[in-house]
Nanobody, 128 residues
Framework: QVQLVESGGGLVQAGGSLRLSCSGS????????MGWFRQAPGKERECVAV????????YYGDAVKGRFNISRENAKKTVYLQMNSLKPEDTAVYYC?????????????????????WGQGTQVTVSS
């Protein structure tokens, strides 16, 4: 069982920045592909950014391309989401997700259904 704990959410003005962190409990964290997803009230869950277990391959949702950056530090068992130029429409609960990907270190997964483990979520609110 992998436990994921997100942190770093909060209230920020439009144009500001936040960095989310997700810490994982798996001893072999480096074998897990990771992702950030978000869900706003009344909307479906959407893929924000995902990263392969090796860290060399990433994918971003169209809404955040050029503004957000996903990265990971396997030694710290942590994945980050740097969010810049935030907009009110980025307001949502952000979730971290993980799935084992030992055999496919360069594969990333952009569908939420591909992930086996989820964090509890952290609220990000962007005021206009």
């Amino acid at each position: 069982q992998v436990q994921l704990v997100e942190s770093g959410g909060g209230l920020v003005q439009a144009g500001g920045s936040l960095r989310l962190s997700c810490s994982g409990s798996a001893p072999n964290f480096s074998f897990y592909a990771m992702g950030w997803f978000r869900q706003a009230p009344g909307k479906e869950r959407e893929c924000v950014a995902v990263i392969s277990s090796s860290g060399g391959d990433t994918y971003y949702g169209d809404a955040v391309k050029g503004r957000f950056n996903i990265s990971r530090e396997n030694a710290k068992k942590t994945v980050y989401l740097q969010m810049n130029s935030l907009k009110p429409e980025d307001t949502a609960v952000y979730y971290c997700a993980a799935r084992e990907s030992t055999l496919y270190p360069r594969t990333y997964y952009s569908k939420g259904g591909a992930y086996d483990y989820w964090g509890q979520g952290t609220q990000v609110t962007v005021s206009s």
